[in-house]
């Protein structure tokens, strides 16, 4: 009879010690996911992967100084009152107010108070700064494909190189600042290299007015357009595309090389084609004599 009166006793004060800790299910620690929090006392303990922060527990279980928490690979960490300290420094909760057997109450001191404020400033600050950078995200997105673009990096990209939607996808200038009515310059690949057929391409880019003011007071003949060309190689013949030329068209063309326009080598001249065999990258002009 004695040993089942102990035992009782026993699951009483079991009972007791159990009443006096919560435990709540959370996901942020609170939101109904896998995180835990158990009070004791003034302080909390928090299990799980998240680190607790004012944003991801309720109101009343926010971190305060000398809080415990066990997340991946149950390492201990304990709140110093700004971060989370890995290890565990029962000195802290000591120090900073007593045990919950002391059953007197203590409020937050100023330093905790100071400490909780500006965590709470720093978390709705980083809050803001992402919910802007969504909305301009998100506005950025919708520019874009009204432009014509996939994505806002690839109009960055365009308007960056000084490029329209079509400019940059079809790898081409379409106008030039100082011609009136440029003719289109694009190029497909199938540079022809050392005789044979290969899967480079020459890459089309703007220039300045500058080329165009030049090649006009060097060169004969109305200029059709200006462009860069860049190709991996160190000489090559390119098929340039020019909607609008005539097949047979009397078409020169000239390179910016060490400060001087000169003359490049015109392969052939079709209907919206130019072929040219270039000796170097670098700037080239399009002329009509």
Do not use: C
Not at 170 to 196: F, S, Y
Request: glycine share 10%.
């Amino acid at each position: 009879m004695k040993k089942i009166r102990k035992y009782l006793a026993f699951l009483m004060a079991m009972g007791l010690m159990l009443s006096g800790m919560t435990v709540l299910a959370a996901g942020s620690y609170g939101t109904g996911g896998a995180g835990e929090i158990h009070d004791f006392g003034y302080n909390h303990h928090y299990i799980g992967l998240e680190e607790p922060s004012v944003s991801n527990t309720p109101d009343g279980q926010h971190p305060i100084v000398g809080d415990t928490w066990k997340g991946d690979g149950n390492v201990w960490h304990t709140f110093d009152g700004i971060r989370w300290k890995e290890g565990y420094f029962p000195e802290y909760r000591s120090a900073s107010r007593p045990s919950s057997s002391s059953g007197s109450s203590k409020s937050l001191s100023s330093a905790e108070k100071a400490a909780i404020a500006a965590a709470k400033e720093k978390e709705a600050a980083e809050r803001k700064a992402l919910e802007e950078a969504s909305r301009e995200a998100v506005r950025l997105e919708g520019e874009a494909v009204a432009q014509g673009f996939v994505n806002g990096a690839q109009m960055q990209d365009a308007e960056a190189a000084g490029k329209s939607a079509d400019e940059y996808y079809n790898n081409a200038v379409l106008d030039t600042q100082g011609i009136e009515e440029a003719t289109p310059v694009a190029q497909g690949g199938n540079l022809i290299v050392d005789g044979k057929v290969t899967n480079m391409t020459a890459s089309i880019s703007k220039v300045s007015i500058a080329f165009v003011d030049s090649v006009r007071a060097n060169k004969d003949g109305i200029v059709l357009n200006v462009v860069d060309v860049q190709f991996p190689a160190a000489e090559a013949t390119i098929n340039f595309y020019m909607p609008g030329v005539t097949d047979g068209a009397n078409i020169a063309a000239a390179q910016y090389i060490d400060g001087a326009w000169t003359d490049v080598e015109v392969m052939e001249v079709r209907a919206d084609h130019v072929v040219l065999n270039l000796k170097s990258n670098g700037v080239v002009a399009f002329l009509k004599n």
